[in-house]
C-alpha cells in the first residue's frame, strides 16, 4: 500500500513539475524578447532594419496575446522568433553605424 501511494505521489509531481515547464520557459523567452527589443529600439533599429524590427514587435505582441490564453507551447514559438528577429534587427542596425 505504501509503495503505491509512493508511486501515485511521485507520479503526481512529475505531473505538476510538467505542467509548470511551459509557462515558466515561455516567460522566460518573452523577457528575452523585450529586453532583445529594447537594445534593438535603442541602436534605432526601427529605421535602421525596419522589417526585421516590425517583425519582432508583432511576434512579441503575439507571444504575450498566447501567454494569456494560456497556449504556451505558441507564447514560446512566437518569442524565440520575436528575440531572435531582435537580435538581427540589432546586428543590422551596428553594423550600419560603422559603414
Not at 522566460?28 to 514587435?57: C, F, G, Q, R, W
Amino acid at each position: 500500500m505504501e509503495k503505491l501511494i509512493s508511486r501515485l505521489l511521485g507520479a503526481a509531481l512529475l505531473l505538476i513539475l510538467a505542467l509548470g515547464c511551459g509557462p515558466v520557459e515561455s516567460t522566460m523567452i518573452i523577457v528575452e524578447a523585450d529586453t532583445a527589443l529594447h537594445n534593438a529600439k535603442t541602436a534605432n533599429a526601427a529605421d535602421k532594419s525596419p522589417y526585421e524590427y516590425t517583425a519582432a514587435e508583432q511576434y512579441l505582441h503575439k507571444a504575450r496575446e498566447m501567454w494569456g490564453t494560456s497556449d504556451f507551447e505558441y507564447s514560446i514559438d512566437y518569442a524565440a522568433k520575436a528575440r531572435d528577429l531582435s537580435l538581427k534587427a540589432l546586428e543590422r542596425s551596428m553594423r550600419k553605424d560603422g559603414e
